[in-house]
């Protein structure tokens, strides 16, 4: 018997075993070890390793999907499909809703509307079949992806639109009030001068009560334009010529004082702004060339040499710094008369200084001699 065993070719041999007596391999159905005689039983339940080849089987190298598993398969995917992209449609119409309301929805919603249900439930597939559902889902993503680009691309035109809209509006109200109201006015005055209104004129009401003078003429200056007339006229030119002669006093006061030629600085640039008087204008020129001239510092004192250096922050001229020493004239206009260890002395030479005496210590600001 043992002859016929090994004398089986491979195809024909049976599986084999270890004996648990002498560990010899026997077939795996002995019940008897041909070697040591003991008995070894019927193999145990967990021991059996049969293969397709053991019970006479032929095996298949490669299989064909059954056409109804495919043709299933191909409803299924198909069905999914159209309701992932009914739910896409249905999507994208509320989303441009909710962004012409309340703009970008949060980004962690978005992303979990626009994900593509997975396919879920299927039964286990073999290989081929498992290739088939992915390439599915792969072309559905992919359509996702246009569908959330496009519509990406409506909310910013639209956005687009809306602002231009806006843009145009503001314009529209600018010019439009812009050309409208100069209209309105003139319509108003109009009105007014044929109803022959007579505007009270407190100019001379104004002055007695001491208002500053720059309120006294402008409020002759409103009286005029509202009527027109010789009265008014000279009460204009009156309360003018005390303005002005005001602003002289201040700003060309002896001695020099710098507080007071602010003043009128501040006080001319009021008034050219609402009365284009030709004297209003050439004072403002006057009075803004005197606040120029005094400024510059003193940055350097050698009263051993007996010489003085100066910065210039005059806008009228060029030069930014000019040395100077006793007798020269600073600016064209300051007369150095003295170099001391602590100031320089200087006196204002120009026809609206009246000589006026000054002095300038290192880093500060020019003041009056005292």
């Not at 053991?54 to 309701?83: C, W």
């Amino acid at each position: 018997m043992s002859e016929n065993i090994d004398n089986q070719s491979p195809d024909q041999k049976d599986p084999t075993r270890l004996c648990p007596v002498c560990r010899t391999s026997i077939s795996i159905l002995a019940v008897r070890c041909r070697f040591c005689g003991a008995e070894v039983g019927r193999p145990r339940k967990e021991q059996e390793t049969f293969t397709v080849k053991d019970l006479g089987g032929a095996q298949r190298s490669s299989y064909t999907l059954s056409g109804n598993v495919t043709e299933a398969l191909e409803a299924f995917i198909s069905e999914e499909r159209s309701q992932v992209e009914s739910k896409e449609r249905e999507r994208q119409k509320s989303e441009r809703k909710s962004h012409f309301f309340r703009g970008k929805e949060d980004e962690s919603t978005t992303k979990n509307e626009m994900s593509v249900p997975q396919v879920s439930g299927l039964p286990e597939l073999d290989a081929a079949a498992l290739d088939l559902a992915d390439i599915s889902s792969s072309s559905t993503k992919s359509k996702s992806i246009r569908a959330k680009k496009e519509s990406l691309f409506d909310t910013i035109g639209l956005k687009v639109l809306i602002v231009a809209g806006v843009i145009a509006g503001i314009i529209v109200i600018y010019f439009g009030t812009t050309l409208v109201w100069p209209r309105i006015r003139h319509l108003v005055y109009s009105q007014s001068a044929t109803d022959d209104f007579i505007y009270p004129n407190r100019s001379e009401e104004f002055y007695a009560s001491g208002l500053p003078l720059i309120q006294v003429v402008e409020e002759a200056l409103i009286a005029v334009r509202h009527n027109d007339t010789v009265e008014n006229r000279d009460i204009l030119d009156k309360m003018r010529r005390r303005f002005i002669d005001g602003i002289e006093a201040e700003a060309f006061s002896t001695p020099f004082d710098r507080f007071k030629l602010n003043n009128a600085s501040r006080d001319i640039n009021h008034a050219s702004a609402f009365d284009s008087d030709p004297e209003i204008v050439a004072l403002l020129n006057t009075i803004n060339h005197e606040v120029s001239a005094f400024k510059f510092i003193l940055i350097k004192l050698d009263a051993e040499k007996g010489m003085a250096s100066f910065r210039l922050n005059n806008t009228y001229v060029d030069a930014k710094a000019e040395d100077v020493v006793v007798g020269d004239m600073l600016q064209e206009r300051f007369l150095v008369k003295r170099i001391s260890s602590r100031e320089v002395h200087l006196e204002d030479m120009s026809p609206h200084g009246k000589q006026r005496q000054l002095s300038i210590r290192y880093m500060e600001s020019v003041e009056a001699f005292r």
